[in-house]
């Protein structure tokens, strides 16, 4: 094959592949979006989970999680430090820091960290994704001392958990005395 025919034959397989290109037409911008929405989200989960160890050194101190009054946002006015004087405005007059700024969503104007101590020693904060990331999908998200999930889980095992009867004595259950429940 001669030299004229290989360029040839390069210049038929570049403009082919050009044309195939061309035909898909992609929005360089819509992959830039995708891009940002992707390093939101994978922000978001780290975020979490550095709140999340910062809430857990706070327990392994003080054998209780921080005391909120109802549903704050975190990184914002009274909740940017957590020290060992609980959720506060800055570190002055903390002795132990464990977080020195608490970060906040990428976009604060649209999405929070919310946080809620509840009375039965648990935590939750709730938060959004906007694609998911990392196995976590789309939605609204709550982070516990048990992990993180979407926020429908977590009220649907709630239910589920309500509803399912409790230390309950199956005799108790059989009020005519044949050995079945009744």
Same mark, same amino acid.
Request: charged letters at 20%.
């Given at each position: 094959?001669?030299?004229?025919?290989?360029?040839?034959?390069? $210049?038929? &397989?570049?403009?082919? =592949?050009l044309n195939n290109q061309s035909q898909k037409k992609v929005n360089p911008l819509d992959n830039l979006n995708n891009t940002k929405i992707k390093s939101?989200?994978?922000?978001?989960?780290?975020?979490? $989970?550095? &709140?999340?160890?910062? =809430?857990?050194?706070y327990y392994n101190d003080h054998n209780k999680y921080p005391l909120a009054n109802g549903l704050v946002v975190l990184g914002q006015a009274g909740y940017q430090v957590l020290c060992d004087r609980g959720f506060q405005s800055s570190a002055t007059n903390c002795s132990n820091v464990y977080i020195n700024v608490i970060p906040s969503d990428p976009m604060p104007d649209k999405n929070s960290y919310i946080y809620k101590n509840s009375p039965n020693g648990n935590y939750g904060i709730y938060f959004?994704?906007?694609?998911?990331t990392a196995g976590y999908p789309a939605g609204k998200m709550l982070a516990t001392i048990n992990g993180i999930q979407t926020l429908d889980n977590y009220l649907k095992n709630e239910n589920q958990n309500k509803i399912k009867p409790e230390n309950t004595d199956l005799n108790s259950l059989d009020t005519d005395n044949d050995g079945l429940t009744d």
């Amino acid at each position: 094959i001669s030299v004229v025919q290989e360029f040839t034959q390069t $210049k038929k &397989i570049d403009t082919t =592949l050009l044309n195939n290109q061309s035909q898909k037409k992609v929005n360089p911008l819509d992959n830039l979006n995708n891009t940002k929405i992707k390093s939101r989200d994978a922000k978001r989960i780290s975020d979490i $989970k550095q &709140i999340q160890i910062a =809430l857990e050194s706070y327990y392994n101190d003080h054998n209780k999680y921080p005391l909120a009054n109802g549903l704050v946002v975190l990184g914002q006015a009274g909740y940017q430090v957590l020290c060992d004087r609980g959720f506060q405005s800055s570190a002055t007059n903390c002795s132990n820091v464990y977080i020195n700024v608490i970060p906040s969503d990428p976009m604060p104007d649209k999405n929070s960290y919310i946080y809620k101590n509840s009375p039965n020693g648990n935590y939750g904060i709730y938060f959004s994704l906007e694609n998911g990331t990392a196995g976590y999908p789309a939605g609204k998200m709550l982070a516990t001392i048990n992990g993180i999930q979407t926020l429908d889980n977590y009220l649907k095992n709630e239910n589920q958990n309500k509803i399912k009867p409790e230390n309950t004595d199956l005799n108790s259950l059989d009020t005519d005395n044949d050995g079945l429940t009744d």
